[in-house]
Nanobody
Framework: QVQLVESGGGLVQAGGSLRLSCAASGLTFNTYFMGWFRQTPGKERDFVAA????????LYADSVKGRFTISRDNAKNTVYLEMNRLKPEDTAVYYCAATRDYAYNERRNYGYWGQGTQVTVSS
């Protein structure tokens, strides 16, 4: 079965950096667009970033543009989210997800999800 396993979350001070990883198995990785989303208690899961199958055409939420970078390594079946200049408002559970839909910035198009990893940014 499809498994997406996130790692790399943790506690960091504002202004710091973290790198999230998501290892995929049970799917043909290079045929899927990959995305990162985040969620805080009581709120909807929001789009953060997504990347096309070949590693091109990255998309970002306005709130993270210029600070976060999404990338992927198809040889390792892994997608990454490099997060720099972190802010307290970036605190959330971060989820990676996979879709074959070309509208890969839309949460509703994602069918496979990881279990999430907590990112906490202290002020």
């Amino acid at each position: 079965q499809v498994q997406l396993v996130e790692s790399g979350g943790g506690l960091v001070q504002a202004g710091g950096s973290l790198r999230l990883s998501c290892a995929a198995s049970g799917l043909t990785f290079n045929t899927y667009f990959m995305g990162w989303f985040r969620q805080t208690p009581g709120k909807e899961r929001d789009f953060v970033a997504a990347i096309a199958r070949n590693g091109g055409n990255p998309l970002y939420a306005d709130s993270v543009k210029g600070r976060f970078t999404i990338s992927r390594d198809n040889a390792k079946n892994t997608v990454y989210l490099e997060m720099n200049r972190l802010k307290p408002e970036d605190t959330a559970v971060y989820y990676c997800a996979a879709t074959r839909d070309y509208a890969y910035n839309e949460r509703r198009n994602y069918g496979y999800w990881g279990q999430g990893t907590q990112v906490t940014v202290s002020s």
